[in-house]
């Protein structure tokens, strides 16, 4: 649009002005990336099929809004809600709001996303410092409202009390069931099959006859260590596939299960979703006669009897290795810990592991026998008062009669059983192999980190190699201090994913925080 002005300059002479007006045009928003999140605790067909229906809700409603630009429905089967480490799509979708990738993401409700009244807030904090709005839909809750988070704090403690409310009744209803001598689920362990229709065990003849030959050969003179080699020749295999080992030996032949009694409780969750090993602090109910035995009463307290024997043999006869048998406990799984003999291009050694490492991958960081006794002897001087020793990964307890406890903070061991503490925790985030520590002299670096799969075959990944230095920065970064930073990243990091651009930290807690790489 063009306007023409009249300009005076004098009384007498005028001159024309000419202005431009341009048009204004409406500005475009931006389309929102909008994202949904489901879960069920679950795997039932139920619960199977309420899922399948709110992805296709989700993806409907978000496709049908033209100011919504679709990213995606992120879901998680049969995880529960009060704990984020293990809910992979959950952690997924986090990564993606970090990345700058989502805008706002929907939700069913409160309980969906966590029951946990802590991990809620902070997750929700988090995605609102860095632009991410959540929506609750049944309760109507949007994060960027103003009284948003007080309305979640309540609403999230009701579902954490709820919760709470059914893990008491669900206790409460097994607690009744030990009581009145039923187990509370299917007993399946070698030897036996599970009658869903009685409730009972019945005996697998197939298996039973290698549970009565590991009793015989016992009993007959044989040992645990021989017997695990016989049947290994033999390949009798366990429930799993897997051979027969002399842990699993072991507790065949310690297992009142083979009698026919059975002890109810073993385990108990003093929180909710946290078994641990019953040592006392719940009653335990013993069941006679609850089914079939396999082998004699007889012979199963001649085998007890053997056992005993050969345990006060060992402890008498002095042996250097069982200077602290009976006495170390793992701190995380509540399983005894071993005296277990290794050795290495500079001799043989022992060092103390818990028991569960290998049955169910317990983490805890070992600790060579030696160094055990002159931190003892540091603390206590003498193991006279000594009633107890509990290993974490962090710190030591030594358990002292009289209930006085006396700590000690661990420092990352150098070299032996793990050479480094990045070792096997950090993977390539492109395709997750293990990175692997490397020479780097010749890059003008000491060490580097590179992908073990990239390292055989260059073409197989694109991710660059990390330096030492650069991991380490990160690293102590990322948790707040240098202070024995290497046994704070062993005990609180799950694994590092490294990418060209960022290196992404898992912690065991179910965080993740992410390092821009320089």
């Known amino acids: 649009m063009i306007v023409r002005e009249n300009v005076s300059l004098t009384r007498r002479n005028f001159m024309l002005k000419i202005r431009k007006i341009e048009p204004s045009l409406p500005s475009i928003e931006k389309r929102k990336r909008v994202a949904a999140y489901a879960r069920v605790s679950m795997d039932s067909e139920r619960l199977l099929h309420s899922l399948s229906a709110q992805i296709s809700y989700y993806s409907s409603l978000i496709q049908k809004n033209t100011e919504w630009e679709y990213v995606g429905v992120y879901v998680d089967e049969g995880i529960t809600g009060t704990d984020t480490k293990n809910r992979i799509e959950f952690n997924r979708l986090m990564l993606d709001c970090e990345a700058g990738k989502i805008d706002i993401v929907l939700v069913k409700s409160i309980s969906r996303f966590a029951r946990n009244t802590v991990d809620l807030l902070e997750t929700v904090r988090h995605l609102k410092d860095i632009g991410v709005e959540i929506r609750f839909e049944r309760e109507n809750i949007s994060t960027f409202s103003g009284d948003g988070e007080l309305l979640l704090t309540l609403l999230a403690s009701f579902a954490q009390e709820e919760s709470e409310s059914i893990s008491r009744n669900e206790k409460w209803a097994i607690k009744k069931k030990f009581e009145k001598g039923e187990p509370n689920t299917s007993l399946r362990t070698f030897g036996y099959d599970w009658d869903a229709e009685t409730g009972k065990c019945t005996i697998n003849e197939e298996e039973a006859v290698w549970v009565r030959y590991i009793y015989n050969q016992?009993?007959?003179?044989?040992?645990?260590?021989?017997?695990?080699?016989?049947?290994?020749?033999?390949?009798?295999?366990?429930?799993?596939?897997?051979?027969?080992?002399?842990?699993?030996?072991?507790?065949?032949?310690?297992?009142?299960?083979?009698?026919g009694d059975m002890i109810l409780q073993k385990y108990f969750s003093p929180r909710i979703q946290k078994p641990t090993v019953n040592k006392g602090e719940v009653p335990k109910y013993m069941v006679s006669n609850a089914h079939e035995a396999i082998v004699s009463r007889e012979d199963f307290e001649a085998v007890q009897e053997r056992l005993n024997n050969r345990a006060r043999t060992a402890t008498n006869a002095g042996y250097e290795k069982t200077f602290f048998a009976g006495m170390v406990r793992c701190g995380q799984c509540g399983y005894a810990c071993n005296h277990v003999e290794r050795s290495n291009h500079k001799g043989r050694y022992i060092h103390i592991e818990c028991n569960n490492r290998k049955i169910k991958e317990c983490d805890l960081l070992p600790i060579r026998e030696y160094e055990l006794k002159e931190i003892m002897e540091g603390i206590l001087g003498k193991r006279d008062n000594l009633e107890k020793i509990v290993m974490y990964d962090d710190h030591i307890e030594f358990c002292l009669k009289g209930g006085k406890v006396k700590n000690y903070i661990r420092q990352y061991p150098k070299g032996g059983y793990n050479k480094h503490c990045f070792s096997r925790k950090v993977q390539c985030g492109e395709c997750r192999s293990i990175f692997v520590r490397m020479n780097c002299s010749r890059k003008g670096y000491d060490k580097c980190w590179m992908c073990a799969a990239k390292k055989t075959d260059k073409d197989t990944c694109s991710i660059k190699y990390i330096t030492e230095d650069e991991l380490i920065k990160a690293s102590i970064n990322i948790l707040g201090s240098d202070d024995n930073y290497e046994m704070r990243f062993y005990c609180e990091i799950e694994k590092a994913a490294v990418f060209n651009d960022r290196v992404d930290f898992f912690f065991k807690k179910g965080d993740v925080k992410i390092w821009q790489r320089e």
């Not at 645990?224 to 065949?252: C, F, H, M, N, P």
């Open 218 to 259: 016992y009993l007959n003179g044989a040992s645990i260590k021989g017997l695990a080699k016989d049947l290994a020749e033999k390949d009798v295999t366990a429930l799993r596939g897997q051979s027969l080992g002399r842990t699993t030996i072991r507790r065949i032949l310690t297992s009142e299960t083979y009698v």
